[in-house]
């Protein structure tokens, strides 16, 4: 095993070797400002494309209908084209910064039984690592706002969430939940346990619970406080 010889090499080994690009990680955390890049950069481009494509007037219209009992100055005021580009980028980029601190958090505090130790920021990096397929979900997305030629409402347009496969409207209970669900879960937990199985002295049992546990309980927790309410 070779570690990857520079952040860009590591960003390619996510995909192609991760245990390459985790090796090189643990040694020079500061590399991961380049996927944290990519991730925070890729709803900018998504966005900019989904806003020039989809139809203005039929999206403010439908978003007034479902907005529901919002006063109709306030709606126009908020549906600009500016206002709900801003919102959907700042949205995800605070989602996603936020997303990866508590996956750090997580990986950070599960970990402490292990012989070896990691400090927070080791682990931050690590996160950001884990979350770059989030890239491919940006460019399957912008692509499908370029050349879709059905409208899609915003939270059905986003193809790294469980909604973009599900397209429910904005008023459903369950649209937050499959909303913030991501489709590339699994390559997430993946990614997780690749990390956790090269910086820990864990088993493969407990490196699959570290890994996957947090999404599972997201998974299960959510659904039965939207049942109960």
């Keep these: 095993m070779t570690p990857s010889s520079n952040p860009f090499i590591a960003v390619v080994d996510a995909f192609r070797s991760p245990i390459e690009c985790f090796a090189a990680i643990h040694e020079r955390p500061k590399w991961a400002f380049v996927p944290y890049l990519l991730i925070i950069l890729g709803p900018f481009f998504f966005w900019g494309a989904y806003f020039n494509h989809v139809d203005l007037p039929w999206l403010q219209q439908t978003l007034m209908y479902q907005l529901g009992n919002v006063e109709q100055e306030i709606q126009e005021a908020w549906l600009s084209k500016e206002v709900l580009l801003a919102g959907e980028v700042f949205s995800d980029v605070i989602g996603r910064t936020a997303a990866l601190f508590v996956l750090a958090l997580w990986l950070n505090l599960s970990t402490k039984s292990s012989t070896y130790t990691h400090s927070f920021g080791k682990w931050l990096a690590a996160a950001c690592f884990i979350m770059l397929p989030a890239v491919i979900g940006d460019l399957a997305s912008y692509l499908n706002a370029v050349f879709n030629t059905s409208q899609i409402l915003p939270n059905a347009a986003d193809l790294n969430s469980l909604n973009g496969l599900l397209k429910l409207p904005l008023n459903s209970p369950w649209s ?21 199985s090269a910086w820990t002295d864990y088993d493969r049992a407990k490196c699959i619970i570290v890994a996957a546990l947090p999404w599972l309980m997201t998974l299960l927790i959510w659904p039965l406080l939207i049942i109960a309410a």
Excluded: E, K, N
């Design 176 to 196: 937050p939940f499959t909303t913030t669900i991501p489709l590339l879960m699994p390559w997430y937990i993946a990614l997780s346990y690749a990390v956790v």
